[in-house]
Nanobody, 116 residues
Framework: QVQLVESGGGLVQPGGSLRLSCAAS????????MGWYRQAPGKQRYLVAR???????NYADSVKGRFTISRDNAKNTVYLQMNSLKPEDTGVYYC??????????WGQGTQVTVSS
């Protein structure tokens, strides 16, 4: 059974940092590129960062130089270190495979709010 559990969100001031974690089912984690997606209020969900099994990474232009995605294959966990946060980074963050699962499954996400 596929399971994705995100955590680590919260309220942070502009310029602050957060580290998100996602525990994934081993069955999918071991064979897929993993990604972090963001959904801002009233907007569509989109990919902000992805990491392949071998560790190669890609980032959306809006987060390059500020966010770092990593994965621990032994723990079936993917992380997103977010630094120099901006108000426009506010949203619900989800992890999923990349491309996202064809079943349409998404976890509950974790809310990130950047505000003074």
């Amino acid at each position: 059974q596929v399971q994705l559990v995100e955590s680590g969100g919260g309220l942070v001031q502009p310029g602050g940092s957060l580290r998100l974690s996602c525990a994934a089912s081993g069955r999918i984690f071991s064979i897929y590129t993993m990604g972090w997606y963001r959904q801002a209020p009233g907007k569509q969900r989109y990919l902000v960062a992805r990491i392949a099994i071998g560790g190669s990474t890609n980032y959306a232009d809006s987060v390059k130089g500020r966010f770092t995605i990593s994965r621990d294959n032994a723990k079936n966990t993917v992380y997103l270190q977010m630094n120099s946060l901006k108000p426009e980074d506010t949203g619900v963050y989800y992890c999923n495979t990349y491309p996202s699962l064809s079943s349409g499954y998404w976890g509950q996400g974790t809310q990130v709010t950047v505000s003074s």
